[in-house]
């Protein structure tokens, strides 16, 4: 089976870069600073397949460099690097080799992002179900009620009232502005969801909501999701396989259950035994 | 008999980097497990039986050796098989009760079992009505079906967990002490259940502790003496 996602060595750098920052930086150098040249190595060649309706998890701690990841697959960023395949019904589609307009036509319509910070997410300018109404509006659609309805429908199927659609998002909870980004990213029916942190400062049982309506999404659109956090509990509940970074270097990929059970590389082992 | 597993010359050594120290939880095991045969692992505790059933379903990953399964489409190692391979057999082929039930929290314990089943395409009210059926087999009791097993007995979960592996009919079931927990009436149920899958073609690979239950069930038992090696018995 066709993965609808295939990445290549895709790589990220903050800096000029130099000849030693390749052996300067990653996991054993134990960061991804270069000292030579001070280069940010923020992703230093990730690969990995992502399978149809498949949430494949990215762990690991701040400056990983699992955010710059998903960050290059929703366009936010641009690798140096590499090379990202989407399926896109069935025509594999070069990513990096697309042309602006041809990117932005992927992000507004067959990716869905979902940031930590909501703000990132979500413009507090305009009402909730304006925000809603913003990515149909660039999906060409214009019928004012039949955007209404859909973005009611959104925001009632991730567990906002209605009733309050047409309120900031200013007046929300933080649990419920991680809603109305969820809500929003499924506008346009996008097959693959990028989740950067979801539930990352939230009360814990704000948190299993959240988690449970992300998995009940999965399981009810057949998504597939790239999931990144550093909580290895969002790791074990929503994801079947389980990518490790350090310093920018993917440094372990496997089975979710074998990732926490038997890690093979000493920091995912650190990473589980300081978890436990 | 149709051949369902080969294990051969399989090993596992946890190496832990912090300590720089290595473990070794079993060393070169061999043995092979055909359709509708019952194998029981037997050894003292600590010799790697929970680490041998891990390994076969890559929970671990094994050091050494390989472990063939045959599958509906043809063999895999299951050592050294990609991801996505091992996760379809999962899915269909191969089933795994652990000692301790790990499911999703906040589901009823009608939906952990479902879940595999709906997974596989069934309808979420039939397959409801399946984990209904296997569930009352295996006797838990009917009012307990809509909670969550968060707060259930030790015996309630592992009959979940029991319930949950057998539903979806796997070729290869890797049970780790399935009785252990349960009271006499009710292991009773648990290997009636057992039974009714190896009797339908299932390879049944069992740590056992229960000797009795070892007589009365075996066809062949496999004895672990870790590190130096596995010894088989017919």
Same mark, same amino acid.
């Given at each position: 089976m066709k993965p609808i996602l295939d990445v290549r060595n895709l790589r990220k750098t903050? $800096? !000029?870069?130099? +000849? &030693?920052c390749g052996r300067l930086t990653g996991a054993a150098a134990a %960061?991804?600073?270069?000292?030579?040249? $001070? %280069?940010?190595? @923020?992703?230093?060649g990730a690969s990995f397949t992502l399978r149809h309706g498949e949430i494949l998890g990215v762990m690991g701690e701040s400056g990983s460099g699992k955010s710059s990841l998903v960050r290059m697959l929703y366009f936010d960023e641009a690798p140096v690097s590499g090379s990202a395949v989407f399926d896109d019904k069935g025509t594999p589609v070069e990513m990096f080799a697309l042309n602006a307009a041809q990117q932005r036509r992927l992000r507004n319509t067959r990716f869905g992002m979902v940031y930590q910070n909501a703000h990132m997410g979500l413009n507090?300018?305009?009402s909730a179900g304006g925000n809603i109404a913003e990515r149909l509006l660039l999906n060409e659609q214009a019928h004012y009620e039949k955007i209404r309805e859909r973005a009611r429908y959104l925001l009632e199927r991730t567990g906002? @009232? @209605? @009733?309050?659609? !047409? +309120?900031?998002?200013?007046?929300?909870s933080g649990g419920m502005q991680q809603r109305v980004q969820i809500a929003r990213a499924l506008a346009t029916d996008p097959p693959l969801l990028l989740l950067d +942190?979801? %539930? %990352? $400062?939230? !009360?814990v049982s704000v948190q299993a909501r959240i988690l449970d309506l992300i998995l009940e999404l999965q399981e009810a659109l057949g998504l597939s999701m790239v999931v990144v956090t550093h909580d290895m509990g969002v790791i074990r509940q929503l994801a079947t396989r389980t990518l490790v970074m350090k310093n920018g270097e993917v440094v372990e990929q496997g089975l979710t259950d074998q990732i926490l059970e !038997?890690? &093979?590389h000493a920091y995912t082992q650190q990473l589980v035994s300081a978890a436990l | 008999m149709d051949g369902i597993l080969d294990v051969a010359g399989l090993s596992k050594t946890f190496t832990l980097h912090e300590r720089g120290a290595t473990l070794c939880a079993f060393e070169d095991v061999s043995f092979s497990l055909g359709a509708g045969s019952f194998s029981a692992l037997v050894a /003292? =505790?600590?010799?790697?039986k929970s680490s041998l059933l891990k390994c076969i379903y890559r929970t671990y990953l094994a050091s050494a050796g390989s472990a063939t399964f045959r599958s509906q489409h043809g063999d895999v190692n299951l050592v050294s098989a990609d991801e996505h391979a091992i996760i379809e057999l999962r899915r269909r082929e191969i089933g795994y009760v652990s000692q301790f039930l790990h499911c999703l929290p906040r589901q009823s314990c009608l939906d952990v079992v479902a879940r595999p089943l709906i997974a596989l395409g069934a309808n979420r009210v039939e397959a409801r009505a399946r984990a209904s059926e296997m569930l009352e087999a295996l006797g838990? /009791?009917?009012?307990?079906? #809509?909670? /969550?097993?968060?707060?259930?007995?030790g015996g309630e979960k592992q009959r979940v967990n029991l319930a949950r592996g057998l539903l979806t009919g796997p070729r290869l079931l890797l049970l780790d #002490? /399935?009785?252990? =927990?349960?009271?006499a009436q009710s292991a009773e149920r648990a290997v009636e259940q057992i039974t009714q899958a190896r009797n339908r073609g299932a390879a049944i690979l069992a740590i056992l502790h229960d000797s009795s239950l070892v007589r009365r069930l075996a066809d062949q038992t496999i004895a672990l003496r870790a590190p130096v090696g596995a010894r088989t018995e017919n």
């Open positions: 903050f $800096g !000029d870069g130099c +000849e &030693q %960061t991804n600073r270069c000292p030579a040249c $001070g %280069t940010i190595v @923020a992703v230093r507090f300018g305009i906002i @009232a @209605a @009733a309050r659609m !047409d +309120e900031s998002p200013h007046r929300f +942190e979801v %539930t %990352t $400062g939230l !009360d !038997d890690p &093979q | /003292p =505790s600590g010799s790697g838990l /009791p009917a009012h307990l079906l #809509e909670l /969550p097993p968060a707060t259930f007995s #002490e /399935p009785t252990a =927990s349960l009271d």
